[in-house]
């Protein structure tokens, strides 16, 4: 007999629960059952609640009995639907039992019996019938099914100190022994089964989900924690949805929007590709439609959203013919399933699949097998087909773990065992399971309360069963080893069915496409299939944030794998994935290829081809060609009067220089280096040295020779010779070459690049500093600017010489032309850039060049080619003015003393008129001459009277020389 202490605590809580047991009544539970299409098995098979102990019970006599607790029926519009499917979890549980008790190794002739009873998934119900088995001394309990009546029941009955082992309860707060002493399961905790999600979510590279979950127990905690372990690994809950209470399809729909909503403000974060729904059947039945509404209201918005699902399933669904039907024709993604690792028991599945109302005693039954199979008569129903659930394995596993616990206890076999310890006396323990001899031993054994003893084994041992070589108990927990089966839907792989068998009024669709891809236990993922639930493709990719491409950057968010991409900025680059920043080009590159890389930039440079540079080489051709003709034709005509008159020595000079400056631009063009560098600095200097210091020295001799002359008539100074005057020019110009080879030695113009824009490359002459730049470019040149402005001032002086003396004139003219060229030159040159800087220097120096050719050798060289006969020497008497002759004879002494040393004659007896003559010849343009032959054109017998003669304008010279109508004085 049960203790009065325990009698007493039992009865306590059969009246307290009597009272949530009399309003489940009231709702209508005592309606009959519903048994599908069988209307007329209806009456016999529904089951009075009216008075709550009088449940339909499915028992069987025994030494010792066994209870067992299943969820048979659930509440439906005031009725009891009967759950089809685990009638055949009762009927395996006496089956297992019938065969223990035939096998003679074990319990030693000791029959074991068995009490049934529904459940009704629901705690209060479930606490009475619990009770109920406690009250005839039951030595153990399997079952409930659910999780959230096992947690009432896995403290009640420890209480009371009766072992309990469920077959399909996995939530993990039945792992805490310390509020359930009594509890073990032959099925997985639901820690095991996140472990198993989660090594699926990484072995697949997903790093972002999405949680739904069903608002009882099973729900909130497996998912709650699984997010904890999915975030020791870095993987991100993108949403966490718990279902309401009621949860219908239209709020099933609200959520999923929420879920596909875009990212407003960061384009690169997007939805999880990965929902996990850890749900029981019933809420995933309602998540699945809701998704199927929602894709079937708006297609074009969620066609492919759903097509690049996938869906991890709980254990709890992910076998549901009825949901997984569903789910495969309305195409809402790829599928994957977690099913508890159970193995087939082929002897129960042929049992069952023969097995007739008439011939078990199991009362549920008779509805099962009329529901599915009835054709009006019993004897007329088709071939009973059943296919083995997940949960048979595990019955069988529990009521084999307490028939072998109770063996070994019996058979002392842990006399000698010092591990082993109960909580009470190891001894006592013995004692109350020694060998039983008779009646009376037998009635002590079942009435004495030996729960702890049973427990304590159980947890210990590690049994062999029909179907698993080992079976073990968590010591402290009584967790099950963990062991999952990975399936998927795959067409390619249907398992086909005798479709020929099935009844006409067959209601629960049966899915024929799920595939075993892979297992999981406690050593890992083990798939053999990876591909195929994504119809053998890539497995799609689930990331809050794709990868910042090179040629962008990361810029974190709020969780670490989600980000925003953001382009590098002009002239930056990232070469690699997920750049936390972009690195700049260096000077003289630019960033091409989306900004992966970076290019140098082609220097710009004045090419040949470029129009400008057409420009200048055509001009500076023309520009040689013209100043090559002139020296030409100044070397044939070198003994002519015009020639002789016009100093040809310094003439040749300038000359070269003039065809130097022509030749200047090509050293412009073209793409400069370090010897280009230093040639532009030689032959631009060069240039002005041998361009404006004849210039110079024409004018300054021009100057001396005059302005002397109104002074004193003594003779002139030595300087003013051709001679001296061509060593005098020569050594100006060694002197800028000395300057610039100072300048080339210590001050070098090297190529140099430089970036004005980041998109811009010059390739210029430089120096080493910017001081070195200062001395190369202003030293030589200002050497020359000197001589520039000398020229010009004296020039500017001698302009007014009377008109035989014109090409004071042009001199100046020439000089003011450099000079303004010079001065739009410099802020043109610092203001451009590139080409058109190249273009500018270029320019100048054929400007230059040509207004020095034309103003003042194209009127000589009209004369000597066009008109040779103005180009000769006529003796003729002079028509002698009214002059102080002791003022002209002062001066032919002069001539003669000099023996006309300025042109190469001697003035003797009869010569002095022609020496003199040419004397003053040298102190008279040819331009003057020219423009005098045209006032003479109509009078060639006129004598043209000097107006400038060395002495004073306003005494003529006593004789002079006719050139065909051009007087040279």
Same mark, same amino acid.
């Given at each position: 007999?049960?203790?009065?202490?325990?009698?007493?605590?039992?009865?306590?809580?059969?009246?307290?629960?009597?009272?949530?047991?009399?309003?489940?009544?009231?709702?209508?539970?005592?309606?009959?059952?519903?048994?599908?299409?069988?209307?007329?098995?209806?009456?016999?098979?529904?089951?009075?609640?009216?008075?709550?102990?009088?449940?339909?019970?499915?028992?069987?006599?025994?030494?010792?009995?066994?209870?067992?607790?299943?969820?048979?029926?659930?509440?439906?519009?005031?009725?009891?639907?009967?759950?089809?499917?685990?009638?055949?979890?009762?009927?395996?549980?006496?089956?297992?039992?019938?065969?223990?008790?035939?096998?003679?190794?074990?319990?030693?002739?000791?029959?074991?019996?068995?009490?049934?009873?529904?459940?009704?998934?629901?705690?209060?119900?479930?606490?009475?019938?619990?009770?109920?088995?406690?009250?005839?001394?039951?030595?153990?309990?399997?079952?409930?099914?659910?999780?959230?009546?096992?947690?009432?029941?896995?403290?009640?009955?420890?209480?009371?100190?009766?072992?309990?082992?469920?077959?399909?309860?996995?939530?993990?707060?039945?792992?805490?022994?310390?509020?359930?002493?009594?509890?073990?399961?032959?099925?997985?905790?639901?820690?095991?089964?996140?472990?198993?999600?989660?090594?699926?979510?990484?072995?697949?590279?997903?790093?972002?989900?999405?949680?739904?979950?069903?608002?009882?127990?099973?729900?909130?905690?497996?998912?709650?924690?699984?997010?904890?372990?999915?975030?020791?690994?870095?993987?991100?809950?993108?949403?966490?949805?718990?279902?309401?209470?009621?949860?219908?399809?239209?709020?099933?729909?609200?959520?999923?929007?929420?879920?596909?909503?875009?990212?407003?403000?960061?384009?690169?974060?997007?939805?999880?590709?990965?929902?996990?729904?850890?749900?029981?059947?019933?809420?995933?039945?309602?998540?699945?439609?809701?998704?199927?509404?929602?894709?079937?209201?708006?297609?074009?918005?969620?066609?492919?959203?759903?097509?690049?699902?996938?869906?991890?399933?709980?254990?709890?669904?992910?076998?549901?013919?009825?949901?997984?039907?569903?789910?495969?024709?309305?195409?809402?993604?790829?599928?994957?399933?977690?099913?508890?690792?159970?193995?087939?028991?082929?002897?129960?599945?042929?049992?069952?699949?023969?097995?007739?109302?008439?011939?078990?005693?199991?009362?549920?039954?008779?509805?099962?097998?009329?529901?599915?199979?009835?054709?009006?008569?019993?004897?007329?129903?088709?071939?009973?087909?059943?296919?083995?659930?997940?949960?048979?394995?595990?019955?069988?596993?529990?009521?084999?773990?307490?028939?072998?616990?109770?063996?070994?206890?019996?058979?002392?076999?842990?006399?000698?065992?010092?591990?082993?310890?109960?909580?009470?006396?190891?001894?006592?323990?013995?004692?109350?399971?020694?060998?039983?001899?008779?009646?009376?031993?037998?009635?002590?054994?079942?009435?004495?309360?030996?729960?702890?003893?049973?427990?304590?084994?159980?947890?210990?041992?590690?049994?062999?069963?029909?179907?698993?070589?080992?079976?073990?108990?968590?010591?402290?927990?009584?967790?099950?080893?963990?062991?999952?089966?990975?399936?998927?839907?795959?067409?390619?792989?249907?398992?086909?069915?005798?479709?020929?068998?099935?009844?006409?009024?067959?209601?629960?669709?049966?899915?024929?496409?799920?595939?075993?891809?892979?297992?999981?236990?406690?050593?890992?993922?083990?798939?053999?299939?990876?591909?195929?639930?994504?119809?053998?493709?890539?497995?799609?990719?689930?990331?809050?944030?794709?990868?910042?491409?090179?040629?962008?950057?990361?810029?974190?968010?709020?969780?670490?794998?989600?980000?925003?991409?953001?382009?590098?900025?002009?002239?930056?680059?990232?070469?690699?994935?997920?750049?936390?920043?972009?690195?700049?080009?260096?000077?003289?590159?630019?960033?091409?290829?989306?900004?992966?890389?970076?290019?140098?930039? #082609? *220097?710009? &440079? !004045?090419? /040949?081809?470029?129009?400008?540079?057409?420009? %200048? +080489?055509?001009?500076?051709?023309?520009? $040689?060609?013209?100043?090559?003709?002139?020296?030409?034709?100044?070397?044939?005509?070198?003994?002519?009067?015009?020639?002789?008159?016009?100093?040809?020595?310094?003439?040749?000079?300038?000359?070269?220089?003039?065809?130097?400056?022509?030749?200047?631009?090509?050293?412009?063009?073209?793409?400069?280096?370090?010897?280009?560098?230093?040639?532009?600095?030689?032959?631009?200097?060069?240039?002005?040295?041998?361009?404006?210091?004849?210039?110079?020295?024409?004018?300054?001799?021009?100057?001396?020779?005059?302005?002397?002359?109104?002074?004193?008539?003594?003779? #002139? *100074?030595? &300087? !003013?010779? /051709?001679?001296?005057?061509?060593?005098?020019? %020569? +050594?100006?110009?060694?002197?800028?070459? $000395?300057?610039?080879?100072?300048?080339?030695?210590?001050?070098?113009?090297?190529?140099?690049?430089?970036?004005?824009?980041?998109?811009?490359?010059?390739?210029?002459?430089?120096?080493?500093?910017?001081?070195?730049?200062?001395?190369?470019?202003?030293?030589?040149?200002?050497?020359?600017?000197?001589?520039?402005?000398?020229?010009?001032?004296?020039?500017?002086?001698?302009?007014?010489?009377?008109?035989?003396?014109?090409?004071?004139?042009?001199?100046?003219?020439?000089?003011?032309?450099?000079?303004?060229?010079?001065?739009?030159?410099?802020?043109?040159?610092?203001?451009?850039?590139?080409?058109?800087?190249?273009?500018?220097?270029?320019?100048?120096?054929?400007?230059?060049?040509?207004?020095?050719?034309?103003?003042?050798?194209?009127?000589?060289?009209?004369?000597?080619?066009?008109?040779?006969?103005?180009?000769?020497?006529?003796?003729?008497?002079?028509?002698?003015?009214?002059?102080?002759?002791?003022?002209?004879?002062?001066?032919?002494?002069?001539?003669?003393?000099?023996?006309?040393?300025?042109?190469?004659?001697?003035?003797?007896?009869?010569?002095?008129?022609?020496?003199?003559?040419?004397?003053?010849?040298?102190?008279?343009?040819?331009?003057?001459?020219?423009?005098?032959?045209?006032?003479?054109?109509?009078?060639?017998?006129?004598?043209?009277?000097?107006?400038?003669?060395?002495?004073?304008?306003?005494?003529?010279?006593?004789?002079?020389?006719?050139?065909?109508?051009?007087?040279?004085?």
């Amino acid at each position: 007999m049960l203790s009065p202490i325990t009698t007493t605590v039992i009865s306590t809580l059969l009246l307290t629960t009597s009272e949530a047991i009399n309003a489940i009544g009231s709702v209508g539970l005592a309606a009959p059952l519903e048994c599908g299409v069988c209307k007329e098995h209806t009456e016999t098979s529904g089951l009075q609640l009216d008075h709550y102990l009088n449940i339909t019970v499915y028992r069987k006599e025994g030494d010792i009995i066994l209870g067992g607790l299943f969820p048979l029926q659930y509440l439906n519009e005031k009725r009891g639907i009967l759950r089809y499917k685990n009638v055949a979890l009762t009927e395996i549980m006496a089956w297992t039992i019938d065969q223990i008790n035939e096998d003679k190794s074990i319990l030693d002739g000791i029959k074991l019996g068995y009490e049934i009873r529904d459940s009704f998934a629901n705690a209060p119900f479930a606490s009475v019938q619990a009770l109920e088995l406690a009250a005839k001394n039951v030595f153990g309990v399997v079952g409930p099914g659910s999780s959230k009546v096992a947690v009432h029941l896995a403290s009640l009955l420890g209480s009371l100190s009766f072992p309990m082992i469920t077959y399909a309860a996995t939530s993990d707060t039945l792992s805490d022994s310390t509020r359930f002493r009594m509890f073990a399961r032959t099925v997985p905790s639901d820690e095991f089964q996140c472990r198993a999600m989660r090594d699926i979510i990484k072995g697949y590279g997903w790093q972002f989900v999405t949680i739904i979950h069903s608002p009882e127990l099973y729900g909130t905690e497996g998912a709650g924690e699984l997010r904890k372990i999915l975030k020791e690994d870095n993987i991100y809950v993108d949403k966490f949805h718990s279902l309401p209470e009621v949860a219908t399809p239209a709020k099933v729909e609200e959520m999923f929007m929420m879920t596909f909503q875009k990212n407003t403000s960061n384009a690169n974060r997007y939805h999880a590709n990965v929902i996990v729904l850890f749900a029981t059947i019933s809420y995933a039945k309602v998540v699945v439609e809701g998704a199927k509404s929602l894709k079937e209201k708006y297609p074009n918005e969620y066609a492919n959203t759903f097509a690049n699902l996938t869906w991890i399933a709980a254990e709890s669904w992910s076998d549901d013919a009825e949901i997984l039907t569903t789910f495969n024709k309305s195409q809402l993604g790829s599928f994957i399933g977690l099913k508890i690792r159970s193995f087939e028991i082929p002897e129960f599945v042929n049992y069952y699949r023969n097995l007739k109302p008439g011939a078990t005693e199991n009362p549920w039954f008779g509805s099962y097998y009329k529901s599915h199979y009835c054709g009006g008569k019993v004897d007329g129903c088709a071939k009973n087909i059943y296919d083995q659930g997940p949960y048979e394995e595990p019955v069988v596993l529990a009521v084999e773990s307490f028939a072998r616990t109770l063996d070994r206890m019996l058979k002392k076999q842990y006399a000698n065992d010092t591990s082993f310890s109960a909580p009470g006396d190891l001894d006592d323990c013995v004692k109350k399971a020694s060998p039983i001899k008779n009646t009376s031993d037998l009635y002590y054994l079942r009435n004495s309360g030996i729960g702890s003893c049973v427990y304590s084994s159980l947890i210990k041992d590690v049994y062999q069963t029909r179907t698993r070589d080992k079976v073990r108990f968590n010591n402290v927990t009584g967790d099950f080893d963990a062991m999952y089966t990975l399936q998927t839907i795959s067409p390619d792989h249907a398992v086909k069915h005798d479709h020929q068998h099935r009844g006409e009024f067959f209601r629960e669709p049966i899915i024929d496409t799920l595939f075993e891809m892979g297992v999981w236990n406690t050593t890992g993922l083990h798939l053999t299939a990876p591909n195929e639930p994504f119809a053998h493709k890539a497995p799609p990719v689930s990331v809050c944030s794709f990868p910042c491409l090179p040629g962008s950057k990361k810029i974190d968010g709020d969780i670490p794998i989600c980000w925003s991409c953001v382009l590098c900025e002009d002239n930056y680059i990232s070469n690699e994935t997920n750049a936390v920043e972009c690195k700049p080009c260096q000077q003289g590159h630019r960033a091409i290829d989306n900004n992966t890389s970076c290019v140098s930039i #082609p *220097p710009t &440079y !004045l090419k /040949p081809k470029h129009p400008a540079a057409i420009i %200048l +080489i055509i001009l500076s051709v023309l520009g $040689i060609t013209s100043t090559i003709l002139t020296i030409a034709v100044f070397i044939k005509f070198r003994a002519t009067p015009l020639v002789k008159a016009s100093s040809k020595e310094l003439c040749l000079v300038l000359l070269v220089g003039i065809a130097i400056g022509f030749i200047c631009p090509f050293f412009s063009i073209g793409l400069p280096s370090n010897e280009i560098c230093m040639m532009q600095l030689v032959i631009g200097n060069m240039f002005g040295v041998l361009t404006i210091v004849p210039i110079f020295l024409k004018t300054a001799r021009v100057y001396a020779l005059f302005f002397q002359s109104q002074r004193s008539a003594g003779r #002139p *100074p030595r &300087y !003013l010779l /051709p001679m001296w005057q061509s060593m005098l020019c %020569l +050594i100006l110009v060694f002197i800028e070459m $000395i300057i610039i080879m100072f300048t080339i030695i210590w001050y070098p113009l090297r190529k140099k690049e430089k970036y004005p824009t980041k998109d811009l490359v010059l390739v210029v002459c430089e120096g080493k500093t910017t001081y070195d730049t200062i001395v190369a470019l202003s030293v030589p040149a200002g050497y020359v600017l000197f001589f520039a402005i000398s020229s010009t001032i004296l020039s500017y002086q001698v302009r007014k010489l009377p008109s035989n003396f014109q090409e004071a004139k042009y001199i100046c003219l020439a000089q003011f032309i450099t000079l303004i060229g010079l001065i739009a030159f410099i802020p043109s040159y610092f203001v451009t850039g590139g080409i058109w800087q190249k273009f500018c220097v270029g320019i100048a120096c054929e400007i230059c060049s040509a207004s020095f050719l034309i103003l003042i050798f194209s009127k000589k060289v009209e004369i000597i080619v066009f008109y040779p006969e103005r180009n000769k020497i006529v003796f003729e008497k002079d028509k002698l003015s009214k002059l102080d002759m002791s003022r002209k004879e002062r001066r032919r002494s002069f001539l003669k003393s000099q023996n006309c040393h300025m042109c190469g004659h001697s003035l003797t007896g009869n010569t002095t008129k022609v020496g003199l003559m040419q004397a003053a010849s040298i102190f008279t343009t040819s331009i003057g001459a020219t423009e005098k032959v045209n006032e003479d054109k109509k009078d060639e017998s006129r004598y043209t009277e000097t107006s400038a003669s060395i002495l004073s304008h306003s005494q003529p010279l006593s004789t002079v020389v006719k050139t065909q109508g051009t007087t040279t004085t």
